[in-house]
Every structure is written in C-alpha cells, then in structure tokens.
C-alpha cells in the first residue's frame, strides 16, 4: 500500500507541473534598439563623476519580424555614472515596452563600459508570466542624445 500512495504521489505530482513545461515556449532573438532623450537631469558627485539620471522613448527592432518583441514602443528610465573622462561607467534603469496590441512587459538593464544585461520580470497580455534576458552594447550615439544599441536575448512564455 505504502508504494502504492508514493507511486500514485508521483503521477499527480507529474500530471500537475508537467504541463506547465510541456506548454511553456523558449525563444531567442537579436536585433537593435533606437532610443531618443525625453529628459535628464545632472548632479555632480562628491567624487568629481557625474550621475546622469535620463528618461528616453525608443523602438526596438527584432532580427526575426514575427517576434513579439518587434516594433514595440519602450519608454526607460535610468541612472548612468559618468566618470571625470567622459564615459559612462556603470548605468542601471528599467523599461516598460508597449507593443501594437497594447500588451506590457518591463525590464531591468544594467551596464558597464563593455556593455550590459537585461532581465525581463513580467508583463500583461501575451507577454503575462514571461521571464528571460540577454545582453546588449550601445553601437552609436549622437551629439543630441540618441543612441542605438545591440541586444540579444532569450525568453520564455508560459
């Protein structure tokens, strides 16, 4: 009886969580992101850096065009540290993406002068229990503030 119960534990422990993961989708992507400056605000550090705190608007635009991710509006806001030379040395924020459906997820970014990591916490619709992340590096910037950066990522969808 005893081998029973424990067998039988093990099939409805199986059938309950299984599906979860036999439903659950993983994908990968790269492609690029294009963002322009809404608002900064400077404030001199006690250490002669300078801590930049910057809301800007973008799209982001996957490599694969059937992407959920591809053509989402995001806006994000961040904290960059910018030493006495001009560079950035480390930045960190969070984006809400907004896609044509009107469904979210946010993010958060963390990055360093050799580039950064983003890790997905949740979203509304389509984008409801999604997890997942990856890196991306800034490929350019102009005078006015816009810059344009490099990701790739994975992510999983229940």
């Given amino acids: 009886m005893r081998y029973f119960l424990s067998g039988l534990t093990i099939i409805i422990v199986t059938l309950f969580f299984a599906p979860q993961g ?8 790269t492609g690029y992101a294009v963002y322009f400056p809404v608002s900064q605000e400077v404030v001199e550090l006690a250490d002669g ?5 910057t809301t800007n608007n973008g799209y982001v635009l996957a490599e694969d065009t059937e992407s959920p991710f591809h053509l989402v509006a995001q806006s994000c806001s961040g904290t960059n540290v910018i030493g006495a030379d001009g ?5 960190a924020g969070h984006c809400a993406g907004r896609d ?14 050799d580039g950064g990591e983003w890790t997905l916490f949740g979203g509304t619709g389509k984008f409801e229990g999604i997890s997942g992340g990856g890196t991306s590096h800034t490929i350019g910037q102009d005078a006015g503030g816009a810059f344009v950066i490099r990701w790739n990522g994975t992510w999983r969808l229940p």
């Fill in 49 to 53: 850096r300078v801590n930049v705190e």
């Fill in 22 to 29: 036999i439903l659950a989708q993983e994908y990968s992507d």
């Fill in 100 to 113: 044509k459906d009107g469904d979210l997820y946010w993010i958060s970014f963390w990055n360093t002068a």
């Fill in 87 to 91: 560079n950035i040395q480390r930045s």
